[in-house]
């Protein structure tokens, strides 16, 4: 039996950032099944591809990622969230951690410690 890669959901507002992540994430042994631009999205896409792991962006048009985290461990309280921030945003990074996130990675991102927060956030 082939073990099959974790599955992951990808979550920023920004387009460049999405594929930056993704990029770290596939060179990691990941596959990113998803991709969503906002919280909303990113809800909607968390029931349709039931990802092992979402990485989340925090500031985010529509719904943040802090809300998103909220209803997303709604829907299963053992999703498995790492956040992802700018600098200077340790507060918001709190606050993601209360709400349910793993882990959080700061930007700009660094592919081992990309890798290393998501591996984490399976074990």
């Given at each position: 039996?082939?073990?099959?890669?974790?599955?992951?959901?990808?979550?920023?507002?920004?387009?460049?950032?999405?594929?930056?992540?993704?990029?770290?994430?596939?060179?990691?042994?990941?596959?990113?099944?998803?991709?969503a631009e906002?919280?909303?999205?990113?809800?909607?896409?968390?029931?349709?591809?039931?990802?092992?792991?979402?990485?989340?962006?925090?500031?985010?048009?529509?719904?943040?990622?802090?809300?998103?985290?909220?209803?997303?461990?709604?829907?299963?309280?053992?999703a498995r969230?790492?956040?992802?921030?700018?600098?200077?945003?340790?507060?918001?990074?709190m606050e993601?951690?209360?709400?349910?996130?793993?882990?959080?990675?700061?930007?700009?991102?660094?592919?081992?410690?990309?890798?290393?927060?998501?591996?984490?956030?399976?074990?």
């Amino acid at each position: 039996m082939r073990l099959m890669a974790k599955r992951i959901l990808v979550v920023d507002d920004a387009a460049f950032m999405r594929m930056m992540l993704s990029d770290h994430l596939t060179k990691g042994g990941f596959e990113v099944v998803g991709q969503a631009e906002n919280g909303l999205v990113a809800i909607n896409k968390f029931k349709e591809l039931r990802p092992d792991v979402v990485t989340m962006d925090i500031t985010m048009p529509e719904m943040d990622g802090i809300l998103a985290v909220k209803e997303i461990r709604k829907i299963d309280p053992q999703a498995r969230i790492v956040m992802c921030s700018a600098m200077g945003q340790q507060h918001m990074v709190m606050e993601a951690i209360q709400a349910g996130a793993r882990d959080f990675i700061v930007k700009p991102f660094d592919p081992t410690r990309v890798v290393q927060a998501v591996t984490k956030a399976l074990v």
